[in-house]
């Protein structure tokens, strides 16, 4: 009996023994997780919300956990202090322009607290320092956002579905699907139009060519706009032109002003009978008289003794005529090319 008695003690001795160690082991483990039993350095953030973080939650750099969150603190209506105890192992690591920013354990997981390295060099956080802050977007904004998007995607739905049903209720656009000439149809047209486009390229390459050779002077019309004698012999031509106008114009006044006052040779030209018959005899007369002196022409072309003038007079208006066809032949090549 002694025997058993002794057995069960030592038994209920190692039980309390392993359980015990089993919670200091457990109490190290949870103080270890909390930096209760190691060195740390406070440091504090400054955020405008801090929606799902807890004391206790992980802080991380890179993806690994460097500390963890030791309180936190309301300020003012729109500025909330975390409290966070980094392992004085990493801080040589953790700059002062390290960004913290509220971040999630994956897609669904705690809430925690990411240090992102900031640009350029600064010297290593120490306790108490205020870390620079990014807020991100938080999931109740990215899940209004997404509410947005479906019921956008909700009015395109039943927009397309309206659409939809038009098609299907409409018979010209059956009709027209199943029309079989159709095919045929926008076949020759798009042969049509390729042609037209082709017609209208020759074209531009031909008014390109004539633009060309008008400004090197080419053709009948870069002749009449480059010849500055042409321009010149133009220009005399007009000028006078414009005298012969202002003498017909003082012609025509005098004209008038004589049929005013009366008399005059006009006058009498237009009025009086008797010289309108004496001017028909007297241009009978002449037109007598210059076919007699034609004949007498004639007669003396014909005589033996002035025969070789009036040849030698042919022979050379004969040479006359020949130059003006020369120059005007030069002329006309000149205006094709």
């Not at 300020?75 to 509220?102: C, E, G, K, P, Y």
């Not at 354990?105 to 306790?127: C, E, H, K, S, Y």
Request: with cysteine; proline share 2%; aromatic share 4%.
């Amino acid at each position: 009996m002694p025997n058993n008695s002794t057995s069960n003690q030592v038994r209920l001795g190692l039980f309390v023994v392993v359980g015990v160690g089993c919670l200091l082991v457990v109490l190290y483990l949870l103080g270890r997780q909390q930096n209760l039993f190691q060195s740390s350095v406070p440091v504090q953030a400054d955020f405008r919300n801090v929606s799902g973080l807890l004391k206790g939650n992980n802080v991380r750099l890179g993806g690994i956990t460097v500390g963890t969150v030791k309180d936190i603190t309301i300020l003012n209506d729109t500025t909330v202090r975390v409290q966070m105890n980094l392992n004085q192992d990493v801080q040589r690591f953790v700059r002062r322009n390290a960004v913290a920013s509220i971040g999630t354990d994956g897609l669904v997981g705690n809430t925690i607290i990411n240090l992102t390295a900031g640009p350029g060099a600064a010297p290593a956080v120490q306790a108490g320092d205020v870390l620079p802050t990014s807020e991100q977007a938080s999931l109740d904004a990215m899940l209004a956002t997404l509410n947005i998007s479906n019921q956008n995607l909700v009015g395109i739905t039943s927009g397309l579905r309206q659409v939809t049903d038009k098609l299907n209720n409409s018979e010209a656009l059956w009709q027209l699907l199943s029309n079989e000439q159709l095919p045929a149809d926008v076949r020759r047209s798009a042969q049509n139009a390729a042609a037209a486009s082709a017609q209208l390229a020759a074209a531009a390459t031909d008014v390109r060519q004539l633009t060309a050779g008008v400004r090197r002077g080419q053709g009948p019309l870069g002749y009449l706009l480059t010849d500055d004698a042409f321009a010149n012999q133009i220009g005399h031509a007009a000028r006078q032109l414009a005298g012969t106008s202002d003498t017909l114009a003082v012609t025509l006044n005098g004209l008038q002003r004589q049929l005013q006052r009366g008399g005059g040779p006009v006058q009498t030209l237009l009025t009086d009978t008797t010289a309108a018959r004496q001017l028909r005899q007297t241009l009978r007369n002449t037109a007598q008289s210059t076919a007699k002196l034609n004949e007498s022409m004639t007669a003396l072309q014909h005589n033996f003794l002035l025969r070789g003038y009036f040849r030698r007079q042919a022979r050379e208006e004969a040479r006359l005529a020949a130059c003006a066809a020369a120059r005007r032949a030069r002329d006309s090549a000149r205006l094709r090319e």
